[in-house]
């Protein structure tokens, strides 16, 4: 995160599914842009795993189009990306055989007695996770896990359907690799504005002692994408979002949010520190479902001048699938620090627009000084985290209007990262793969907090498989979700807030 460990001179990364979708539109380009900023190791090697008919050439054209199309830099120019292809090599094997296992374990081997050099070993499963516990057995099996200061792994979610099988996939893992050589990549904590959450709180004074249940009324988080499921119906058939969002992204920026400061700024302390959290969530009892999730489908609809089809229409979706594609939560941390203050989850696809916040609403004011005709409680004072599209934070709160009759209006006090920062900012996967390469964990999940997040949401999970929703579809696309989510947080007396619109919008 703050990458203070030293780069190690030879690194050698295998990725498992070369061929495959994330490695080609986020992986390798975030990979090329580290090579252009000259953040890869000296002697660097990319081996890709596969059990497709490529070549070393056509693999690295296959590299060459995503990075085109996805790179925040782009093809800057064929010299670049010429001595780049040269660091990548393909290696065909079935994952299910050992002796695919050896032979790659001689082929790392060769490769550092060319470099004259012992290399670090970062294995990244890019695949699917019914494959991990077979990729982590013929790792173990061919030794190359035993290195506890120089082999890592690296997982993807989903970590399971459930808690069980998360508790399944992580023990055969760790029959293996050993807790710090783990690294379960979640590439919204490799977010700037995410990672500024922790700098915002504990490097200025003037937040912290108003960071508690006595000034802050509730929280609410919202993650929402305009797009549907595009081609990734049969995934999205075996999760929903509950699953896909909210028990990983969501709950990750909730401890951000809510997490007590580090001892000291390292790993094992954030993490730590994150854990406390989860470990403190108010229990969800399963006869009061209803109460604190609500849960939507998105219908047909019209979004940016084109209409979409309902969920229920998408390729590979069943037809009358239960899967929600809109989920909301209500809880609460039982600590000193937020006891009784609602923390509100939204994330939803298909949405009105492309955005991620966090908005921290404060307490109105005590005592109503003002006439009541002035609206001083018209728009409530919050501190809005920007995640996307747009990074940056925005303070919300009342002035007075210009003129000489005594009216308040809502002003908002921005820091925009582009506007502050004179460069461009580096893609989550780089942020989080530069990590991986110095072995720092700080951005990435330990396995206790995965399954406290599993075991805190089984409730909810239990209820949604057991009890098919009577109303689905039930929101447009389109829109900002069901009714179902506005009536979650209005029983509280309160509502979700629309989203902070970038800064480019409002200007327009």
Not at 276 to 290: G, K, W
Not at 367 to 387: K, T, Y
């Amino acid at each position: 995160m703050i990458q203070t460990g030293k780069q190690k001179e030879s690194v050698q990364m295998i990725l498992f599914g070369a061929g495959g979708d994330l490695s080609v539109r986020l992986i390798v380009p975030a990979l090329y842009n580290l090579y252009l900023d000259g953040k890869l190791p000296k002697n660097f090697r990319l081996i890709g795993v596969g059990h497709h008919a490529y070549t070393d050439e056509s693999l690295v054209e296959t590299f060459r189009d995503g990075v085109a199309q996805f790179s925040r830099q782009g093809m800057r120019d064929e010299a670049s990306w010429q001595a780049f292809a040269r660091l990548i090599h393909y290696f065909h094997g079935d994952l299910k055989q050992s002796a695919t296992y050896t032979e790659l374990a001689s082929v790392l081997t060769r490769q550092e007695q060319a470099w004259n050099d012992k290399s670090e070993h970062l294995f990244y499963l890019a695949i699917p996770p019914s494959l991990f516990a077979v990729v982590a057995q013929g790792l173990g099996s061919a030794g190359m896990a035993r290195k506890r200061d120089s082999a890592r792994i690296v997982v993807e979610k989903p970590l399971g359907y459930d808690l069980d099988s998360f508790r399944d996939i992580n023990q055969t893992i760790r029959n293996h690799f050993h807790e710090e050589q783990i690294f379960r990549i979640d590439h919204f904590l490799g977010k700037e504005t995410v990672q500024n959450i922790l700098a915002l709180r504990f490097a200025n004074p003037i937040f912290e002692p108003i960071w508690n249940r006595r000034y802050v009324d509730h929280v609410a988080i919202t993650v929402a994408e305009t797009l549907g499921v595009e081609k990734r119906g049969k995934f999205y058939e075996h999760a929903g979002a509950l699953r896909d969002m909210i028990q990983n992204h969501l709950m990750q920026l909730v401890c951000l949010v809510a997490m007590e400061p580090p001892v000291a700024y390292d790993a094992e302390d954030i993490r730590g520190k994150k854990l406390d959290v989860l470990r403190a969530l108010r229990p969800i009892q399963a006869d009061e479902v209803a109460k604190v999730a609500a849960r939507g489908q998105y219908a047909e609809g019209w979004l940016n001048g084109a209409h979409v089809p309902a969920y229920r229409k998408e390729p590979d979706v069943a037809p009358a699938s239960n899967v929600e594609t809109y989920a909301a939560l209500k809880l609460y941390i039982d600590n000193w620090r937020w006891q009784d203050v609602p923390f509100f989850l939204r994330t939803g696809k298909r949405m009105a627009a492309n955005v991620s916040e966090i908005s921290i609403r404060f307490r109105d004011v005590p005592h109503q000084a003002f006439p009541a005709s002035v609206g001083l409680n018209a728009a409530p004072a919050r501190l809005v985290i920007q995640l996307s599209p747009e990074q940056g934070i925005v303070l919300k709160f009342m002035a007075k209007e210009p003129g000489a009759q005594l009216r308040l209006s809502p002003v908002d006090m921005r820091f925009s990262y582009a506007e502050a920062f004179d460069t461009t900012l580096p893609d989550a996967y780089e942020t989080l793969l530069l990590d991986v390469m110095l072995g720092d964990a700080t951005l990435f999940m330990h396995s206790d907090q995965v399954e406290a997040a599993w075991r805190f949401l089984m409730p909810v999970l239990d209820a949604w498989d057991r009890t098919p929703a009577p109303d689905f579809p039930n929101y447009l696309a389109g829109s900002w979700g069901p009714e179902a989510a506005e009536g979650l947080i209005a029983a509280d007396g309160k509502s979700w807030m629309t989203p902070t619109l970038p800064l480019k919008d409002i200007e327009n």
